[in-house]
């Protein structure tokens, strides 16, 4: 079953027409005219989506692909927004006051890198009944 079948357009149109349907309302609502124009032609084109679902594929299909290029710019963007702003300030605040989890400073006398435990093992009976 492909994701462009009559079915599957017309299921879209419907939520277009709903949806665009309500914001021209809106915007007739507010008094803004154009905004009223735009919703309400992309509504008729919900409509369309509905009655020709056969001759409107195209248009579907090429929807499709302008909104998986809107979601992957979409998500990029988000991303690095919440790298940038969340996790590098954090990390710069955790390296400022609360110091560093490991030393990564070369030692020649030292002769192993292994930490010692602090807290008691784990029995086995813990990790096969978690909850």
Do not use: N
């Not at 017309?10 to 507010?30: E, N, P, Q, S």
């Not at 124009?37 to 248009?59: D, E, H, K, N």
Request: glycine share 10%.
């Amino acid at each position: 079953m492909s994701s462009t079948d009559q079915k599957e357009v017309r299921k879209f149109g419907a939520v277009a027409f709903l949806f665009f349907g309500g914001l021209c309302a809106l915007g007739l609502f507010l008094g803004k005219p154009i905004l009223a124009y735009f919703f309400g032609a992309l509504s008729s084109l919900g409509l369309g989506f509905i009655l020709f679902p056969a001759g409107l594929r195209p248009v579907y299909s090429g929807w499709l692909k302008i909104s998986h290029l809107v979601g992957k710019i979409i998500t990029v963007v988000i991303l690095t927004l919440a790298y940038y702003l969340v996790i590098t300030p954090s990390g710069i605040i955790k390296a400022l006051i609360g110091g560093r989890p490991i030393s990564l400073k070369f030692d020649r006398k030292t002769p192993t890198y292994w930490a010692d435990r602090t807290e008691p093992a784990q029995s086995k009976a813990r990790f096969l009944k978690r909850y």
